[in-house]
């Protein structure tokens, strides 16, 4: 009998390789698959134009994209969810965390004994191991106050007034992501990444990354990070523009002074 005690690491970059998703799932890589996709701190996805909070071990994926996902028809991915329901192994429940504009919206899986699963380099076996994910779990979710992101956003967007690029550049960044959508908390990284820059170099960034659809090759927010960088760079060598002396006459006189030189 092999031993079942202890800890492997495995990776979510897993889910990247060609071999992982080449063939239909068996049960018990699907079940795997579920830990994987089970959200490890708390987030926010959108359905349909509802804000839905994701806490730690639940998964913000439907049936239907379950089944694509793992090549089975919708009936055999809801009598495998309703199998372990049975076995308590997930459970279904809306988040008291939703924030909901009506009623439609289908309960999330949710990854019973999770910790025990995704410790954070403890067994949580043990008491001290179950309270420090106890604790690091409370700290998220008061981190991660729905309220305060969606503020923080709105303040990080107004120091553009090209709204209609800044929108256009995450529709694009998520086109990167399988789900073809990003968290709140995801975009809120990206504005506080972008502020390190000054305005025109991320606008101009982002317009060429539009334009050349980098987008829809796949190449997603640190891609267009580099060309904002880029952009900051190449502007440090242009020549600063001469400010005005207040005197038509001042201000030829000393551009033909500075062409000369």
């Known amino acids: 009998m092999p031993n079942s005690q202890g800890w492997i690491r495995l990776h979510r970059q897993l889910m990247d390789e060609p071999e992982w998703l080449a063939e239909p799932f068996t049960k018990g890589q699907a079940w795997v698959d579920l830990l994987l996709l089970a959200n490890h701190e708390t987030g926010f996805i959108r359905k349909r134009g509802v804000l839905i909070a994701v806490e730690r071990g639940q998964i913000g994926y439907s049936e239907e994209t379950l089944a694509e996902r793992w090549r089975w028809s919708r009936g055999k991915v809801r009598r495998y969810i309703a199998e372990l329901t049975r076995l308590s192994r997930v459970s279904r429940k809306i988040s008291e965390k939703t924030i909901l504009k009506n009623t439609s919206v289908s309960p999330l899986i949710y990854i019973i004994n999770y910790d025990k699963y995704q410790g954070n380099d403890t067994e949580g076996g043990t008491e001290n191991g179950r309270k420090t994910v106890q604790e690091q779990r409370m700290k998220r979710m008061k981190r991660n106050n729905p309220g305060e992101i969606l503020s923080e956003i709105s303040i990080l967007e107004r120091r553009y007034s090209d709204q209609e690029t800044i929108n256009q550049a995450f529709q694009a960044i998520s086109s990167t992501r399988k789900s073809n959508q990003i968290a709140d908390t995801v975009r809120l990284s990206i504005l506080k990444a972008w502020e390190r820059f000054p305005i025109e170099s991320v606008l101009s960034g982002i317009r060429t990354y539009l334009e050349k659809e980098y987008g829809d090759q796949g190449r997603n927010e640190k891609y267009l990070l580099g ?28 551009r033909s002074k500075e062409g000369s030189i």
């Open 227 to 254: 060309i904002i960088r880029n952009s900051k760079n190449d502007s440090k060598g242009q020549q600063p523009a001469m400010k005005s002396t207040g005197s038509k006459l001042l201000d030829e006189y000393y």
